[in-house]
């Protein structure tokens, strides 16, 4: 079964910025297709952003949009959310997760999760 660990949360001020890391392992876990998801205090779990197996596509959310990057390193069992100019309204639990296909990169299609990294943007 594939495993995801995520890393790099914290505190971070308006305007900062954080990189978040998640290490995918498991049978064939290059063949994934890799999503980003927050879940804040009393809210529904939301979709930030996916990138692709080969790192060749990736979307993301309208409230994330030109201010945070998805990557994946070398090897693709890594990848990276790159998140600027950090508002109050992002702060919450940021998961990642991997389906078989980038098609199926949704909330409720990811095959596996991991547990989550707290990030928190307040003054």
């Known amino acids: 079964q594939v495993q995801l660990v995520e890393s790099g949360g914290g505190l971070v001020q308006p305007g900062g910025s954080l990189r978040l890391s998640c290490v995918v392992t498991?049978?064939?876990?290059?063949?994934?297709?890799i999503g980003w998801f927050r879940q804040a205090p009393g809210k529904e779990r939301e979709g930030v952003s996916c990138i692709s197996s080969s790192g060749d596509s990736t979307n993301y959310a309208d409230s994330v949009k030109g201010r945070f990057t998805i990557s994946r390193g070398i090897p693709k069992n890594m990848v990276y959310l790159q998140m600027n100019s950090l508002k109050p309204e992002d702060t919450g639990v940021y998961y990642c997760?991997?389906?078989?296909?980038?098609?199926?990169?949704?909330?409720?299609?990811?095959?596996?999760w991991g547990k989550g990294t707290l990030v928190t943007v307040s003054s």
């Open positions: 498991g049978f064939s876990v290059d063949l994934y297709a």
């Open positions: 997760a991997a389906a078989r296909s980038y098609d199926r990169c949704g909330r409720n299609n990811m095959n596996y």
